[in-house]
C-alpha cells in the first residue's frame, strides 16, 4: 500500500509537482512523427505532463514544441497559421519561430525592442525511433539520449504503437510490471484452456511455462533507477523457467518476450498527458534486422490499433487515439465468450488491462491495498520513483540516469534455465543486457 501523500507524489505529474519535476529531467516522447508529416504542415494540439502545448513543423521541416497560449493574450496557438518559417497566431498575427523567438508584432510593428524580448515556451525536440523526444527540464543543455538499444537503429527496425488511456499513467504502468497477471487475465476460460484460443499473446514468443497460475518464485534487483523482477519456476528436475520485467525511470516498463533465437524487443513508455490520462507507446525493436509484417501486425493487434481508433474530441487532447475497445463500451465485453473461451471476454489484449486498471477510477487509491510477494517488483519500482522524486524535491539530487544512461540497455528476456540458479541477475545478465548492434545469444 502507499499513503495519501505518497500515492499523490508519485500519480501527479504537472510542472509543480515532485513527480511532474522528476519526469522533467528525462527526455519525453511527445508524438510519432508521422502526426507532423512535413514542412508548414497541420499544427498538433499536445498535452503532455499537464501542460498544454503545441507542436508545429517549420517551412524547414524542424519540430518545435511550444505554448498552446500566445505570449500576446493567450489565444490558443493551434489555431494558427503555420507558414514560412514559424506559427503565427490567428489572433493578432504574432509569429514564433521553433526556439520560441519572436518573428513577427505587425500589431506592434514599430516595436523592434519588444519583439526582441517576446518568447513562447518552447522545449528542445529531437525526431527518433518514430517518435518526437522533448526535453522539458531545467538544464541549459539537455542531457544525453536515453540509452536505449532501439536509439541508434534505422526506422526499419522499429514499430511503435500509439494509444489512449483514460487513467493515471502509474497504473497503467504497474501492469507491465505485474508479472501474476497474464496467466489469468490474458488467458483462455478455464474450460478452453488447453487451447488457449483467443489470447494473442499465445505464440511462441512466450514459452507455455508461462501460463502457470501457481507456483512462482519472485526476486528484484533495483538500484537507483532501474527495477529488474524475475519470476520463476521449475518445470522439471532439471529446468526452471523464468521471466523478467523491468521498470526503468521514469515511465519505463517491460515485460517478458520471445524466449527463442528471435530477440526482438519491446518497451512500453507511459507517458503522462495529465494526471487522468496517458498515452502508451509501444516501442519494439530488432537489434539486427527489419521487423517483419507479422511482428508489427502482432503489436497492433495486442493493442487493439487493428479494430480502429474513436474520433476523439478536441476538449481532451489525444482522445483520438482511443482505440473502439474502450471504457464506454465496457471494453467490447462478451459475457458468453467469458464463459467458452476467454478468461475475460474481452476480445483484446490491452483492453483487458484496461478493464482492470482503468476501473480502479482515473487515480487509483492505494491505501486500501494488500501487496503480496508476486507484488514485489510493484512496490520496488514505487520507492525507487518515491526515493528519486523526493531527493530532488528535498536536496536538489540530480535524478539518477539521466547523464549517465548505460542503464537503459536492456530487454526482458524469458527463458529456460539449468535448476537451481543462485546469483539470478548474474546468470540471466547476458540475456537482458543489450549492447548496440550485438544480438544476445538465444540458444
Ligand atoms: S493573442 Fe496572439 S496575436 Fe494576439
Ligand atoms: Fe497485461
Redesign the pocket.
Known amino acids: 500500500m502507499l499513503s495519501a501523500s505518497d500515492n499523490d507524489l508519485i500519480c501527479r505529474s504537472g510542472p509543480q509537482t515532485p513527480g511532474g519535476r522528476l519526469m522533467r529531467h528525462y527526455w519525453v516522447p511527445v508524438a510519432l512523427t508521422s502526426e507532423l508529416p512535413g514542412p508548414d504542415c497541420d499544427p498538433l494540439r499536445v498535452r503532455l505532463l499537464g501542460e498544454d502545448l503545441v507542436a508545429f513543423r517549420d517551412s524547414a521541416g524542424r519540430p518545435g514544441l511550444v505554448s498552446a497560449f500566445?505570449p500576446?493574450?493567450?489565444?490558443a496557438l493551434f489555431f494558427g497559421r503555420n507558414e514560412e518559417g514559424g506559427l503565427r497566431?490567428a489572433?493578432?498575427?504574432?509569429k514564433f519561430d521553433v526556439a520560441g523567438r519572436c518573428l513577427d508584432l505587425p500589431n506592434e510593428s514599430d516595436n523592434p525592442a519588444l519583439r526582441e524580448r517576446i518568447r513562447l515556451a518552447a522545449y528542445p525536440v529531437v525526431e527518433r525511433a518514430h517518435l518526437l523526444w522533448a526535453y522539458m527540464g531545467p538544464e541549459r543543455e539537455p542531457p544525453p539520449f536515453p540509452g536505449f538499444q532501439f536509439w541508434d537503429l534505422p526506422d526499419e527496425q522499429i514499430s511503435v504503437v500509439k494509444i489512449y488511456q483514460e487513467q493515471n499513467w502509474l497504473q497503467g504502468l504497474e501492469g507491465v510490471i505485474d508479472p501474476s497477471h497474464a496467466p489469468f487475465l490474458h488467458s483462455a476460460a478455464p474450460a478452453a484452456r488447453r487451447d488457449q484460443a483467443v489470447s494473442a499473446l499465445r505464440t511462441e514468443r512466450i514459452a507455455d511455462y508461462y501460463w502457470a497460475t501457481s507456483g512462482w518464485h519472485y526476486q528484484v534487483e533495483a538500484d537507483d533507477h532501474r527495477v529488474l523482477i524475475a519470476a520463476s519456476r521449475p518445470v522439471s528436475s532439471e529446468q526452471e523457467f523464468w521471466r523478467m520485467n523491468v521498470f526503468l525511470l521514469p515511465f519505463y516498463a517491460m515485460g517478458p518476450v520471445r524466449s527463442g533465437a528471435d530477440p526482438v524487443a519491446n518497451v512500453n513508455a507511459r507517458i503522462p498527458i495529465d494526471d487522468e490520462h496517458h498515452f502508451i507507446y509501444s516501442i519494439t525493436w530488432h537489434p539486427l534486422r527489419a521487423l517483419t509484417d507479422d511482428e508489427k501486425r502482432f503489436g497492433e493487434e495486442v493493442y487493439g490499433v487493428t479494430l480502429g481508433f474513436e474520433k476523439g474530441d478536441p476538449r481532451h487532447p489525444g482522445s483520438e487515439w482511443m482505440t473502439k475497445a474502450n471504457r464506454a463500451n465496457d471494453y467490447l465485453l462478451d459475457r458468453q465468450a467469458q464463459r467458452t473461451t476467454s478468461y475475460t471476454g474481452i476480445p483484446v489484449v490491452i483492453a483487458q488491462d484496461q478493464a482492470m486498471t482503468e476501473g480502479m477510477g482515473p487515480i487509483a487509491d492505494r491505501s486500501g491495498e494488500h501487496l503480496v510477494k508476486a507484488d514485489l517488483g510493484i512496490a520496488s519500482a514505487r520507492r525507487v520513483f518515491l526515493r528519486a522524486a523526493k531527493a530532488l524535491r528535498d536536496q536538489g539530487t540530480p535524478p539518477p540516469g539521466v547523464f549517465d544512461t548505460s542503464g537503459y540497455g536492456v530487454r526482458a528476456p524469458s527463458k529456460l534455465m539449468p535448476a537451481g540458479v543462485q546469483d539470478w541477475v548474474g546468470a540471466l545478465s547476458e540475456f537482458y543486457r543489450c549492447r548496440p548492434g550485438i544480438n544476445p545469444p538465444q540458444p
Open positions: 500566445c500576446h493574450r493567450g489565444a497566431c489572433y493578432h498575427g504574432w
